[in-house]
């Protein structure tokens, strides 16, 4: 899952240069951090459109934010002994079985779910931008 933002990394890169590295990163992974914690519930509570047994729900987790070809990301996603990482794509993107397609009832939830977090991630590295620029 992930979510782009177009003109951000001229920002972050004229503050760098101005603030320093450092300072600029921990604010970002700061704020990514925080973002991530958000889009976790989020999908928490969408994936529980389908749940069973809560495996699926349960099993949701966030990394910390980390520097990856020189993006700060941090990823969502699921990892757990149950491995729901499977059914959740058979769940969100639906699947054909003997020439019928099935489209479970939590099909593109999160989906959804994700592109109404843009906003949220847009807030709170706007906030996140302002404590660095006090």
């Given at each position: 899952?992930?979510?782009?933002?177009?003109g951000?990394?001229?920002?972050?890169?004229?503050?760098?240069?101005?603030?320093?590295?450092?300072?600029?990163?921990?604010?970002?992974?700061?704020?990514?951090?925080?973002?991530?914690?958000?889009?976790?519930?989020?999908?928490?509570?969408?994936v529980s459109?389908?749940?069973?047994t809560?495996?699926?729900?349960?099993?949701?987790?966030?990394?910390?934010?980390?520097?990856?070809?020189?993006?700060?990301?941090?990823?969502?996603?699921?990892?757990?002994?149950?491995?729901?990482?499977?059914?959740?794509?058979?769940?969100?993107?639906?699947?054909?079985?003997n020439?019928?397609?099935?489209?479970?009832?939590?099909?593109?939830?999160i989906?959804?779910?994700?592109?109404?977090?843009?906003?949220?991630?847009?807030k709170?590295?706007?906030?996140?931008?302002?404590?660095?620029?006090?």
């Amino acid at each position: 899952m992930s979510v782009n933002i177009k003109g951000l990394d001229k920002v972050l890169a004229q503050m760098e240069k101005e603030l320093g590295t450092k300072k600029v990163n921990r604010v970002v992974n700061k704020t990514l951090d925080a973002t991530g914690e958000v889009l976790k519930q989020k999908v928490k509570s969408a994936v529980s459109a389908y749940k069973d047994t809560g495996a699926t729900v349960d099993e949701v987790v966030k990394s910390k934010s980390k520097k990856i070809d020189g993006i700060n990301k941090v990823k969502v996603g699921w990892n757990g002994p149950k491995q729901r990482s499977k059914l959740v794509h058979l769940n969100e993107f639906g699947y054909t079985r003997n020439g019928k397609r099935y489209s479970p009832r939590g099909k593109g939830v999160i989906r959804n779910t994700i592109d109404e977090a843009e906003g949220t991630y847009i807030k709170n590295m706007r906030s996140g931008l302002k404590e660095i620029i006090k």
